[in-house]
């Protein structure tokens, strides 16, 4: 029987792949866990663990002792509170992977996702339609270990055998639960501000073009992956998707359509420096070929979706 652990599940992707999990396959076979103390609300319909992905022992015998089948390892600093913190997200970021590997490649997992994400790629990286195969020389520590992380997941796998998949997620946009500290969050706050104030100021210029993806997709994508069947898995490092891309004034322009006095205007911080490494469109053929992967919400059906959807008391 498959039982689930999601460390990192009270974040923005790990509230929603618990709900979906659970839908699946039962509220009581999907363990949720976080560092938080109390388990977010979305979640109260299952068990929930507090638990810190750097405690080796802790993480170990809870595995062991539970008798887990799969692990969704989410827990990890994002790219701009990483760049704040180098060298504690380089530790959250890889040590935590390796404790969960290691569980795997022991015999204690059938299956492992990890997320990986658009940050592994840099300034030398194609910009447009970024291949699966490419120049990855990133530059933020949150890109350098999600890099390092594809390479060890590849190499449990072809060691080891151990079941691990994983995906380069675009940004992601959703209502559920806020953003963790991303360079692409910018595309999640402006739809609280629209509601708030009809105006946003953006941390990022007016044409940086990003891949993002609407949330429901990317856990669609998620799931489709980890059930496809084993010997489909081509690529053992992390797959390439797409769900759609736009710059900050492209998403206020479709903004504008429903509320017409919304106001954008540009004030670019730190993070601008990032998203100029990174790519503006991906090519996800693999993912496609692979396992049958297929976006179904772009940019303009995003934008209708989220303000209907957000509810601005989440910020309070
Ligand atoms: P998030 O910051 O919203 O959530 C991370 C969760 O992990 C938080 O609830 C946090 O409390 C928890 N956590 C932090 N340290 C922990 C620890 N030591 N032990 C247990 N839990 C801990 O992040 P997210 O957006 O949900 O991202 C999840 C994963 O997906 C990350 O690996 C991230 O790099 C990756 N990813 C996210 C995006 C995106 O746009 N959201 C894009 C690409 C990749
Ligand atoms: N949304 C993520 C970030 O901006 C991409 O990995 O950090």
């Known amino acids: 029987m498959r039982k689930i652990l999601v ?13 979906r999990l659970r839908e699946k396959i039962g509220n009581d076979q999907v363990i949720a866990a976080d560092l938080k103390d109390d388990c977010p609300e979305a979640l109260f319909n299952g068990p929930y663990r507090k638990m810190d992905a750097l405690d080796r022992d802790d993480v170990r015998s809870y595995i062991i002792d539970e008798k887990i089948t799969e692990v969704y390892l989410l827990a990890a600093l994002l790219s701009a509170t990483a760049e704040n913190n180098p060298a504690f997200a380089w530790k959250l970021n890889m040590e935590g992977l390796f404790i969960i590997l290691d569980l795997a490649k022991e015999g204690y997992l059938d299956k492992i ?16 339609n970024t291949p699966q195969l490419t120049i990855m020389e990133p530059t933020t520590v949150y890109g350098i ?15 080891y055998g151990v079941d691990v998949r994983s995906i380069r997620y675009p940004g992601l946009i ?5 953003p963790g ?9 402006i739809f609280y501000q629209a509601k708030l104030q009809n105006k946003f100021t953006c941390f990022l210029s007016e044409n940086t073009r990003l891949p993002m993806m609407y949330m429901e997709d990317a856990i669609r994508a998620t799931l489709e992956l980890m059930e496809a069947p084993k ?24 903004i504008v359509k429903h509320q017409p006095d919304f106001q954008i205007s540009y ?9 100029d490494t990174w790519p503006g469109s991906i090519d996800d053929s693999p993912a496609r070929k692979d396992w049958g ?11 209708r979706l989220m303000l209907f959807n957000v509810n601005v008391e989440l910020l309070t």
């Not at 996702?113 to 447009?128: D, E, M, R």
């Not at 004030?267 to 998203?275: G, L, S, T, V, Y």
């Open 174 to 178: 959703s209502y559920t639960s806020l």
């Open 267 to 275: 004030d670019p911080d730190f993070r601008q420096k990032i998203a």
């Open 231 to 254: 010997e489909s898995i081509k690529v053992r490092s992390s797959y390439n998707l797409s769900g759609c891309n736009f710059t900050p004034k492209e998403i206020a322009s479709e």
């Open 7 to 19: 460390i990192g599940a009270g974040g923005q992707i790990g509230t929603e792949l618990v709900m």
């Open 145 to 159: 270990s999600k890099q390092a992380g594809e390479r060890w997941c590849e190499y449990y796998h072809d060691q």
């Open 113 to 128: 996702f990890w997320p990986s994400s658009i940050a592994v790629f840099g300034p030398t990286t194609p910009q447009v």
């Open 293 to 303: 992967w297929k976006e179904e919400v772009d940019l303009k059906e995003l934008v």
């Open 181 to 189: 500290g991303g360079t692409t969050d910018y595309a999640v706050d």
